[in-house]
C-alpha cells in the first residue's frame, strides 16, 4: 500500500470538497477554488470532512497514481486554505527585480532588461530591501504547480554559478561552491 496514498486528506474549516462527474475533484475554499482530474482507476470517497483514496489492484501503474493524486489533491486543499509563497533573492551586482502588476522587469546583467508577464493566479511582490541586501522577489499563489513552474522558468534567466554565487536563487537554499583558479608557483 502507499504510505502517501493511504493516508486521508483533512479538510480545514472553510474548504468544500465536490466529486464531479468524471472523477473530477473540485476543491473551494477562503482563497479561491481548484479542481483536478482524477484517473478513473482510483476511486475517491469523501467521508464527513476527510477525502479517502483506494486503489483497485497492486500493479505499479495503480501504485503511482495512488500516491500520486493523494499529494496533487492535498496540495490544492493546503492551496485554497493558506495558498504557496516562493521567495527569490538577486544575488548579484546591478541585479535588480521590479513588479508592476502581473509584468515582471529583471535586470540580470545583460544588455537589456528581461520582461515576463506572469499568470493572473500568481501575485508578485518586491519588498523594499535595505542597502547592502539582494533584491527579493516573492511569488503568491494557489496553485502549487504553477507557482513552482513560474519561479523555476525565473531562475532559468540566470541560474545561480558555482564560484561567485551569483544569480537567482530561492531564499534559504545552500549553493554548492567551487574553490577558483589559483597561480601555481613556479
Known amino acids: 500500500m502507499s504510505r ?40 475517491v470517497t469523501i467521508e464527513g470532512n476527510e477525502i479517502k483514496f483506494t486503489r483497485p489492484g497492486d500493479q505499479p501503474r495503480f501504485r503511482s497514481m495512488h500516491g500520486l493524486y ?10 485554497v486554505s493558506e495558498g504557496f ?6 544575488v548579484g551586482v546591478g541585479y535588480r527585480v521590479a513588479a508592476q502588476g502581473q509584468l515582471l522587469t529583471m535586470s540580470l546583467g545583460y544588455s537589456h532588461d528581461i520582461q515576463l508577464m506572469l499568470p493572473e493566479e500568481v501575485k508578485a511582490e518586491t519588498p523594499q530591501v535595505r542597502k547592502g541586501e539582494n533584491p ?8 502549487k504547480q504553477l507557482v513552482g513552474q513560474v519561479a523555476a522558468k525565473i531562475r532559468s534567466f540566470r541560474r545561480p554559478e558555482p564560484y561567485k554565487g551569483k544569480g537567482i536563487k530561492f531564499v534559504g537554499e545552500t549553493l554548492r561552491r567551487k574553490a577558483g583558479k589559483t597561480a601555481s608557483a613556479k
Not at 9 to 29: H, I, Q, R
Open 4 to 43: 502517501i496514498g493511504k493516508l486521508p486528506v483533512n479538510l480545514p474549516a472553510g474548504v468544500s470538497v465536490e466529486l464531479l462527474d468524471g472523477n473530477v475533484v473540485k476543491v473551494k475554499g477562503p482563497l479561491g477554488e481548484l479542481s483536478q482530474k482524477v484517473d478513473p482507476d482510483i476511486t
Open 70 to 79: 493523494r499529494a496533487l489533491v492535498h496540495n490544492m486543499v493546503v492551496g
Open 85 to 90: 509563497t516562493i521567495k527569490q533573492e538577486f
Open 136 to 143: 527579493l522577489l516573492i511569488l503568491k499563489s494557489i496553485d
